[in-house]
């Protein structure tokens, strides 16, 4: 037995552990003191069986974060790390790391979270010859916050890769193996090199196809590479990927119905469907048809729902322009509309990691430099 731990009676550790993890409102939670006893039992159960150690201590721990009371956690962690500290078991790894994601949760407080990926990475290493799979949770969440907050680009990619490997090793179809190649594609696209950052999100969309991950993910995903392959003047790739949101319509909007991700799609597809009229025209009615339904959910902060109600004029307009061109059988090509997408959430974002002004991102959104490529 390590010391520095007291085992009294086993049963009632794990008399306490079994009332933590049936827990069933906040109201449960009786004090801080109690808390910190309770996570305290669940680390010494742990030394009997150390599986125990991430369910008790997560499952205590969503219980208060249901009401974002991100400093009561930290206490919590913090006094419960005061009395296993240095005893080397491994919930002090998960603890370390629940802090750091604490952190990142109360503020975005990004600096202070790194602080303590770093120290559960150091943990982790200490036991890594007996289970390796667990490092790769502290290395993404280090490599993500070097390369986010301190532009240390090379060190982050080599903690990832390191990840990478590790998970491979264990089974390349995995979430987290998704996550790492959505990491690893991020910090490439940080030091603008778009086109390297292209195939870890395909192999990750491949990963998350085969085990059928939430639907949400996936769209994003078909989001980020339509827009990376904007970003390269391949417009053509990027077509491909906007039509797969459009033909899982009714799945994402089942699924939740204020996502914007059809609406987006639809604004970059009738911008880059320039070559016959009467194509654009079939996308923007039916882009009129999705904004139209979502300006009428009812949950819709009003500054929202003039956004839409806005756009709905604006592609009224549009629509109105091409139907005059139809009937007098003028110029067969679509209507160029100049303009970036309004509903879009990705096209700010892609605009500053493409290094683009705006004029330049207008070009490949719209398509007017070569043409579709």
Partial sequence: MRQGIHLTTIEESYKIYFQIISLDTVETL??????????????VVGFVSSSLIPCGVNKTLNYITVNRNYDLVEDLLMSTLDVVGGTGHPSVSIMLNTLGLNAERNGNQTAKALKYYLASLFERRKTACINTEKLVVPLCNVGKLLSGIQGKHVAALRLLNEAQIIRRCYGRLHPTTSLVLKYISEVYKRQHLIEESI?????????????????????????????SYLLINKQRHAIIYFQKILNAKNQIVSLRPDN????????????????????????????????????????????????????????????????????MQEN???????????VCSHCQQYMTIGQCSKPAYLKLVCCLSNGVS
């Fill in 332 to 342: 067969q090509t679509g209507l160029s509309i100049e303009s970036i997408p309004e």
């Fill in 199 to 227: 195939p870890p999100l395909l192999e990750a969309l491949d990963i998350y196809q085969h085990i059928n991950a939430d639907f949400n993910l996936i769209t994003s995903l078909y989001s980020d590479i339509a827009h």
């Fill in 30 to 43: 009786l004090s801080p003191s109690l808390l910190v006893f309770r996570l305290v039992a669940v680390v």
């Fill in 260 to 327: 914007t991700h059809v609406a987006s799609s639809l604004e970059h597809i009738v911008r880059l469907s320039t070559e016959t009229q009467e194509i654009q025209k079939y996308y923007v009615e039916d882009l009129l048809t999705e904004l139209k339904r979502l300006s009428q959910i009812r949950a819709l902060r009003r500054t929202q729902k003039t956004k839409y109600l806005t756009q709905i004029g604006h592609y009224s307009y549009s629509l109105l322009l091409m139907e005059n061109r139809i009937s």
